[in-house]
């Protein structure tokens, strides 16, 4: 019997296994090195070469053929909060999961079982198994190559690589301190998932220190296995302390140099850069509203303000950035009229019609950044001394390399499924072998500008839908913050047209909030994630019903996972008049119990802010249930933790208002167990069906 779509969405981890990723080009751009497994139900990445003066691949470490690895799922000995980041990156993978190489890309390092392992580039040798105990985070060679650093227990380890002596360069002097590890808000909202950074000579490092003492304590517990003791996380819930976060200069021979900069003012650390111009750090204040690049003398630990950037609401934090070209010139992101504009030396250099996204690389003095001027696609371009270039053409998204003028372009796009990774040098381009499954399921997607607002929509119907059939409809957004769903590549809506061949009409609609549009469009929910995202729902809705007459707006559902989870119970709780049936996964139903970073830029804080939150949280509306609604929460998810499902459902219990619960034990905010997910699809079709009142 053929596995379900459903059953192969999960197997392959949604189609990623077997894609090329984690790509990493040497200074010469002779070499790139890349992740990837080795076919498309492995979940098992290796570590690869490819040789472009020769066109040759190589396997450079397959974790199934190391000495001493396992299976990559020994954490015993690492912190609650690595435990639960290492977890989630297994929801898309395992084996070789990361890595870091030195500046010429010779040699790497990585972790496979929580052991440190150093995998050579160029002499063609077997990953060398290094002689320390289990439980090592984030391994990273020096510039040279001669050392690599690790944390271990908290304490930042330094391995001298032709000697094989390890040292404890930094060790928690207190139970809460960890030292060279990202903090919770910054690894989980800032995009920081590191705590040092190698001087450029090799011989210091600058690092962070953590301390958690303040930070609120919770509890995960497993009820399936009572027996167990709970997992004890230091969360900072929204208006309750963050940990506090400073930084060392410490050189290989113990010697420590503070940093100082206004910590009271500043206590988010949103960044570190340290190049041959110089060490640069970015600060950021409680409420986000300014951005600070300071330069560190790491002699004395003083700093100097380099750059600054306010917005009366907050200011973003774009990745890639700051850097320097190699002429010494800053390059920074700024909202300047009306959009997101790459800034060298505090000029502006893009047009406002083009919204940056991050920057990918900086080669000599042209920067390689990913922009759009069409919300639904992201593309590669250039700026340097002759001016801006698109690198890709058309539809679609791309991310990307530069180095040394060897071009890497990964493309999904509408027209092929999967990813397609190019590189290219010297005239000549080559593909990078992708081993990915084909999802056996070709989405038949619309793209359409939806009511007044324009608000990017898709429409996808059943396969083989012939008109003047009526159609029950499901919105499928994700619909806030930080992510998108209508997006010009295949792979963005194969979910949805699965659920579109069980008989639905599918809209997904990305509105007021979601990135792509300019911070005016991501703004509009300041002070309220309720009102306007939940409008944009039912305003695109009726607008593509006037398009399409076969929407039967009289069976309206509507599905969605985390803030799209929020979304959907929020939609039946106050628009019961539009939507008649929700699916709620893992959703956040009272926004104080959110991590400060995130909450706090959209709605301030609890005790300063009460009515943002009031009109946020969905708690209060409890006794307004009156549509059929399914919550369903992963019990060990440590992101949105279960506390805000099972808090709805007691209020709506308190309120005498039927719902359903579906707790799912042992799992995470998402989950990679094939069973699972495929019957977790199957359940939601089940439920909205019965809820909709169709027919098989």
Avoid at 114 to 126: K, Q, S
Avoid at 244 to 261: K, N, S, Y
Avoid at 621 to 634: C, E, F, K
């Amino acid at each position: 019997m053929t596995d379900s779509f459903p059953r192969r969405q999960a197997r392959t981890r949604r189609f990623t296994l077997g894609a090329p990723r984690g790509i990493t080009v040497s200074p010469d751009g002779e070499r790139v090195v890349f992740l990837r497994s080795r076919g498309g139900t492995d979940p098992l990445t290796c570590l690869w070469t490819l040789d472009l003066g020769t066109g040759e691949e190589r396997l450079v470490a397959d974790p199934l053929h190391l000495e001493g690895s396992a299976d990559g799922t020994d954490d015993e000995d690492l912190p609650p909060e690595e435990k639960a980041r290492r977890e989630r990156s297994r929801e898309q993978a395992g084996g070789v999961v990361g890595y870091a190489a030195d500046r010429p890309v010779t040699m790497a390092a990585f972790t496979l079982s929580g052991r440190l392992y150093l995998a050579d580039f160029v002499g063609g040798l077997t990953p060398r198994l290094v002689d320390t105990p289990a439980g090592v985070i984030d391994p990273r060679p020096d510039p040279h190559g001669l050392r690599v650093a690790f944390v271990r227990g908290g304490a930042l380890h330094v391995h001298d690589i032709t000697s094989r002596i390890t040292t404890a360069l930094a060790e928690p002097d207190g139970p809460d301190v960890t030292y060279g590890l990202a903090d919770f808000v910054a690894a989980e909202e800032m995009g920081r998932m590191r705590g040092y950074w190698w001087a450029p000579d090799g011989e210091s490092l600058l690092v962070a220190r953590v301390d958690d003492a303040e930070v609120r304590r919770w509890h995960i517990a497993d009820p399936a296995n009572p027996e167990r003791e709970p997992a004890v996380v230091a969360y900072p819930a929204a208006g309750t302390p963050n940990a506090r976060v400073t930084l060392e200069v410490i050189a290989l021979d113990g010697t420590v140099v503070p940093v100082r900069w206004d910590t009271e003012r500043d206590e988010y650390l949103a960044d570190a850069a340290w190049d041959g111009h110089g060490l640069l750090i970015v600060v950021q204040p409680r409420d986000q509203r300014a951005l600070r690049v300071l330069r560190v003398d790491p002699d004395t630990g003083a700093t100097t303000p380099v750059h600054e950037q306010t917005d009366p609401l907050w200011v973003d934090i774009v990745p890639g950035v700051p850097a320097h070209t190699e002429s010494g010139a800053l390059v920074t992101v700024g909202n300047l009229e009306g959009s997101l504009r790459l800034v060298v030396d505090g000029k502006p250099v893009t047009p406002p019609s083009l919204q940056v996204r991050d920057v990918a690389d900086v080669d000599g003095d042209v920067v390689l950044f990913r922009g759009s001027d069409d919300p639904t696609s992201i593309g590669l371009w250039t700026w340097g001394p002759d001016g801006l270039a698109a690198v890709t053409s058309g539809p679609g998204v791309h991310s990307g390399r530069l180095v040394a003028g060897t071009l890497v372009v990964t493309r999904q796009d509408l027209d092929t499924d999967g990813t397609t990774t190019t590189v290219q040098r010297g005239g000549a381009e080559r593909t990078i072998a992708s081993f990915a499954d084909l999802p056996g399921l070709t989405p038949r997607i619309t793209l359409v500008n939806a009511g007044e607002r324009e608000l990017r929509t898709a429409v996808l119907l059943p396969t083989g839908h012939e008109p003047g059939t009526r159609l029950p409809v499901l919105m499928d957004p994700y619909g806030g913050p930080h992510a998108q769903r209508v997006l010009a590549a295949r792979g963005a809506h194969l979910t949805s047209q699965w659920f579109a061949d069980q008989g639905f009409a599918v809209v997904v609609v990305d509105g007021r909030g979601t990135p792509g549009r300019g911070p005016a469009f991501e703004r509009a929910v300041h002070g309220d994630l309720a009102e306007p995202v939940l409008r944009d729902q039912v305003d695109a809705l009726h607008a593509v019903a006037e398009r399409y007459p076969d929407l039967d707006l009289t069976r309206v559902g509507i599905r969605g996972w985390s803030f799209g989870g929020y979304l959907a119970a929020l939609a039946v709780l106050r628009r019961p008049d539009v939507f008649h049936a929700a699916v709620a996964g893992a959703p956040v139903t009272d926004w104080a119990l959110y991590d400060t970073h995130y909450t706090e830029r959209y709605l301030g804080r609890p005790d300063t802010d009460p009515d943002a939150y009031a009109r946020s949280s969905l708690i209060g509306d409890a006794p307004s249930l009156t549509r059929p609604l399914l919550l369903v929460h992963g019990l060990a998810d440590d992101n949105v933790v279960a506390a805000h499902t099972l808090r709805l459902s007691s209020a709506l219990l308190a309120a005498g208002r039927p719902h359903s619960v579906l707790p799912l034990s042992g799992v995470t905010h998402m989950t990679p167990q094939e069973v699972v997910a495929e019957n977790l699809l199957l359940l939601q079709v089940q439920f909205l069906r019965q809820a909709l009142d169709l027919r098989s």
